[in-house]
């Protein structure tokens, strides 16, 4: 069993940045890749970002891509996302998550695991 841990959200003024945190730790072997998901309050899940388990490969949504990245430290089971000019849009909880699959994964259910979120509010 993978376990994910999120940090680093918080509320920061449009067009500011913050840079989200990812720890993956327990059995991570099986891990193919790693996502981003984000749910405004009142709407459904959305997919942010992927990553293969490497690094190598990224993915964004249309909604994120160009201001938010998505990258892995190698030397530890960290990934990150960094976010820069933010909108009001991008509140909403963030959330971590792997699969065992091949490829960068954006639905939902094609997750196994997942982190316990992380509040990022954008004030206009």
């Known amino acids: 069993q993978a376990q994910l841990v999120e940090s680093g959200g918080g509320l920061v003024q449009a067009g500011g940045s913050l840079r989200l945190s990812c720890a993956a730790s327990?059995?991570?072997?099986?891990?193919?890749?790693m996502g981003w998901f984000r749910r405004a309050p009142g709407k459904e899940h959305e997919f942010a970002a992927a990553?293969?388990?490497?690094?190598?490969?990224?993915y964004y949504a249309d909604s994120v891509k160009g201001r938010f990245t998505f990258s892995r430290d190698n030397a530890k089971n960290m990934f990150y996302l960094q976010m820069n000019s933010l909108k009001p849009e991008d509140t909403a909880v963030y959330y971590c998550a792997a699969h065992g699959r091949s490829g960068l994964r954006t639905r939902l259910y094609e997750y196994a695991y997942w982190g316990q979120g992380t509040q990022v509010t954008v004030s206009s």
């Open positions: 990553i293969s388990w490497s690094g190598d490969s990224t």
């Open positions: 327990g059995r991570t072997n099986g891990i193919q890749g």
